[in-house]
């Protein structure tokens, strides 16, 4: 069998292909320090996973540790008719029943004019002059409830210049909401407190004028002083109410705030909303009726519950990721990828012994673990509520059976978890740290990559010279041995 020696050699390509195989050996050092790269880099994406993760069970852990704010006291409240009364509870309610009937709601003050025939021109033609008047509004303070402020309006003599009652009416609404909104933004008045005034119309071709107070009740009603005399000469009165096409109140002062009678006593507020009876309760009410409904207030079990299951799941989701990735798998082997580093492979025990521990800070010492109320692991670690019936029985004796577990001072679950938490995901914290370590790790073989990289092309450009020479060398030897050929044919 005949071998052509000069294959090798025969064009670059051949050449670059030598090369190629050459420098794999060298290669091998370049590559090593691109797996251990690529190896801190899947670290460095596990660790912001888990801190993901052990964030999440923080925040948590976080509501459930809170002694301020404690979930476990919260109540809820519930109405025997949604359609006429509505209620909540906070946790500074008091647990019990509470009946109600209402006999008037609260209504907004609202003033309007004497119906006019829009085209007419009834207003302007007796009028030539600047209109000037102010409305008294609400203004409550700390220090005086019933405080109440000025606020002037001035109408010019232009609105009046032989226009339409429409267009008079139109510009005495647009300089009322005018100073209005000016009054406000000189913080004289809250933006609720405001008098809104618009221009309605009842049937085709006709407008009225109408002052409405924006909150309901008898603080918030309206008065006036009128100085030049329009809202009198157009009908606006707080003195007599509006019938037919005459102007006046809808509805009278001494009518403005709800009334209804709880538990045999009698109340009158600005508002349908009430919230100053009950501690910790909001009354929504939505009716008149006359015969009782009933408002309870009762501990917020099932919401208890749901919050606790909200730990759990985040729990769960962390000692699940853990065990992926910073453990050796019995089954597979396989070895996390934070496995050998010993500050994330502890960190499931140190959670374990948090939640599995007997408590010595709670007041009752029958509850005094997770699973005296009803809370276990499995063999991963995963918590789950495994008898539902002891941790419900537990919250309707008292909700400090089961609160002490998670958040007494001394030694409740999530105030430990907390702070264990805190060591890993706070700015200056474990991960942050490893992150840190694993970001100059980077650096340093990103140096020495690029100085391999250096030497593999100064290797490269050695080789291919070399090579060249040689297959300058075979083309001389083949046309040598070509012509040796012609003598020995």
């Excluded at 404690?70 to 906070?90: L, R």
């Excluded at 538990?263 to 909303?273: A, E, I, K, T």
């Excluded at 100059?440 to 690029?450: A, H, K, L, P």
Aim: zero cysteines; proline letters at 1%; aromatic letters at 6%.
């Amino acid at each position: 069998m005949s071998v052509d020696i000069t294959s090798s050699f025969s064009n670059a390509s051949s050449i670059q292909r030598l090369v190629d195989l050459y420098l794999r050996r060298d290669e091998g050092p370049r590559d090593k320090k691109i797996s251990e790269k690529n190896t801190i880099q899947k670290k460095k994406s596990v660790l912001s996973s888990l801190q993901s993760k052990l964030s999440s069970l923080k925040t948590k852990s976080s509501l459930l540790s809170d002694t301020v704010f404690n979930i476990f006291e919260n109540k809820i409240a519930s109405s025997s008719d949604n359609d006429k009364i509505k209620a909540s509870a906070s946790d500074t309610s008091i647990a019990g029943n509470h009946s109600l009937s209402v006999t008037r709601l609260a209504t907004a003050h609202t003033i309007v004019s004497n119906q006019y025939t829009s085209s007419s021109t009834s207003i302007s033609s007796s009028i030539s002059s600047d209109q000037t008047f102010s409305l008294s509004v609400a203004h409550p303070t700390n220090d005086d409830s019933d405080n109440r402020v000025n606020v002037n309006v001035t109408v010019s003599a232009s609105s009046f210049n032989n226009t339409t009652n429409e267009s008079v009416l139109s510009s005495i609404a647009n300089a009322i909401n005018s100073a209005m909104s000016a009054a406000f933004s000189n913080d004289t008045i809250d933006s609720d407190e405001k008098v809104i005034a618009s221009v309605v119309s009842e049937e085709n071709g006709k407008a009225r004028l109408l002052l409405k107070s924006s909150q309901t009740g008898y603080t918030y009603r309206q008065s006036y002083t009128d100085t030049s005399g329009l809202l009198s000469a157009v009908g606006l009165s707080t003195a007599s109410q509006s019938s037919g096409t005459n102007g006046g109140y809808i509805t009278s002062e001494s009518s403005l705030n709800s009334t209804f009678t709880m538990d045999g006593l009698s109340f009158s507020r600005d508002s349908n909303q009430v919230n100053d009876i009950l501690t910790g309760v909001t009354i929504n009410l939505l009716q008149t009726f006359s015969s009782s409904e009933t408002i309870t207030i009762d501990k917020d079990q099932e919401g208890v519950k749901s919050k606790v299951k909200d730990f759990i799941s985040k729990y769960n989701d962390a000692i699940n990721f853990l065990n992926t990735n910073a453990k050796l798998d019995p089954e597979t082997k396989a070895r996390g990828v934070l496995a050998n580093d010993s500050l994330y492979s502890g960190l499931i025990s140190r959670i374990k012994d948090v939640t599995t521990k007997s408590l010595s800070g709670v007041s009752n010492s029958t509850y005094n673990s997770l699973a005296s109320i009803g809370i276990t692991a499995d063999r991963s670690g995963a918590l789950m509520i495994s008898d539902p019936s002891k941790f419900d029985s537990a919250l309707e004796i008292d909700t400090k059976n089961v609160s002490e577990v998670f958040n007494n001072s001394t030694d409740g679950i999530t105030v430990k978890l907390e702070d264990l938490l805190e060591s890993f995901t706070n700015a200056d914290g474990s991960i942050s740290s490893s992150q840190q370590r694993y970001d100059d790790n980077i650096i340093q073989i990103n140096d020495q990559i690029n100085r391999l990289e250096e030497r593999l092309e100064k290797r490269r450009s050695q080789l291919t010279s070399e090579f060249a020479k040689m297959q300058e060398m075979m083309s001389l030897l083949s046309r040598q041995q070509s012509f040796m050929n012609q003598f020995f044919r």
